[in-house]
């Protein structure tokens, strides 16, 4: 194959799970991913295989029992999984198995040992296994790991941020069984933006949780905060909530100065540094991109040059791995102590992929977003 027939070719993505994030952010972002194309669905919904088909111009549909039948087509080269977090490992296994390269939304999975099954059958079938983990991919969070590099604001000392917003009472983000919760769900951003601030592993975690007596939180706890303990004696600390007002945003304190980030794990819309050193404020706002454009493009130029992706499947099992000694924690009411993590990769601005903001959003078919808006 040519250099100008590898440029010229298309990844053909099979997109697993139809829920609201994929509806939402996953079908509309292929219209901004020039090497990447939508050709298949799969759910069991017949609702939506027959809807979102007509909308997206989509052939070839099935439901989760003809998951084998899709991925030996020959119609596919990858699946982005958008199932809930139980059904990760399988799905992603089952690809693998049979050559189909995998784009897995996080948390990777529920357990680490479920994280390593994952990476083990991709490598046994030699394909790529892809965590999406879109800040890695995004301008303003890729640009504050620049900034702490520089020693602008001195030693980086502390990490600290909130992330709530309401989650209404049925979605599966607060159904234990399928692996809900405040950690997996919206922790594993604070976590995961703590570990590429510092470009370290924490060796050491705490944490509680609260909840009010509501029956959504029946199953999850309503809140939880954490504080993680990095090599050099860095700390992070945060709190997620799934019953309070929505907010998203992080600072990280160093020696000489602090950086504010707000929101920080925004999918959509403008992002806003608040730089301060010496008393002096900066403040720089970073426009809105389609993340999930910048996700199947990276990924797909992975497959086409034959590149380890960056946000591999041993960065989803860090995190999976700390998500474990956190709950841990919470039913000791200790720390938890971790084993030295090895990272052969970790993000920085020069993997940062800007594609135009979705312009709408799409009608969604038999969903919802996690507040219960349709």
């Known amino acids: 194959m040519t250099p100008n027939q590898v440029t010229q070719r298309k990844i053909r993505y099979a997109v697993v799970g139809l829920g609201w994030f994929a509806q939402a952010s996953a079908l509309p972002a292929f219209a901004h991913a020039e090497n990447s194309e939508l050709v298949a669905l799969v759910s069991d919904d017949p609702t939506k295989r027959e ?5 997206y111009g989509v052939q070839h549909t099935y439901a989760y029992d003809q998951y084998e039948d899709c991925l030996n087509s020959g119609e596919v080269d990858a699946v982005y999984i958008a199932l809930p977090n139980h059904l990760h490992c399988e799905y992603t296994v089952r690809a693998a198995n049979a050559g189909i390269h995998v784009l897995c939304e996080k948390p990777m999975a529920v357990t680490e040992d479920e994280c390593q099954q994952m990476i083990d059958a991709c490598d046994r079938n030699q394909v790529k296994l892809m965590i999406a983990y879109r800040l890695h991919l995004e301008e303003a969070n890729m640009q504050a790991v620049e900034i702490l590099k520089s020693g602008q604001i001195g030693e980086p000392r502390i990490f600290n941020s909130v992330f709530t917003q309401q989650v209404n009472a049925g979605n599966i983000r607060v159904q234990k069984a399928v692996g809900g919760g405040t950690l997996d769900d919206i922790g594993i ?3 995961n933006a703590a570990r590429y601030l510092f470009q370290a592993d924490p060796i050491e975690v705490f944490a509680t949780a609260a909840s009010k007596d509501e029956p959504r939180f029946r199953d999850v706890a309503e809140m939880s905060s954490a504080i993680l303990r990095f090599p050099d004696d860095q700390l992070a600390s945060f709190t997620v909530s799934f019953g309070a007002a929505k907010t998203s945003s992080y600072q990280v304190v160093g020696t000489k100065g602090d950086l504010r980030i707000d929101p920080g794990y925004s999918g959509q819309g403008e992002m806003k540094h608040i730089l301060t050193i010496d ?4 403040t720089q706002t970073f426009e809105g991109h389609d993340q999930l454009a910048a996700e199947f493009v990276y990924f797909s130029d992975c497959i086409l040059q034959n590149k380890e992706p960056e946000p591999s499947g041993q960065e989803g099992l860090i995190d999976i791995r700390i998500i474990q000694a956190l709950y841990d924690s919470i039913q000791s009411g200790r720390f938890v102590q971790l084993p030295t993590m ?3 990769q ?3 601005l020069h ?4 594609r135009p903001p979705l312009e709408k959003q ?3 078919v038999n969903a919802a977003d996690p507040s219960g808006q349709s």
């Open 189 to 191: 951003y604070c976590i």
């Open 346 to 348: 970790r993000p920085g």
């Open 351 to 354: 993997q940062s992929i800007q």
């Open 51 to 55: 809807e979102i088909a007509k909308q």
């Open 279 to 282: 008393n002096e404020i900066q």
């Open 362 to 364: 799409p009608e969604l």
């Open 342 to 344: 090895q990272r052969e």
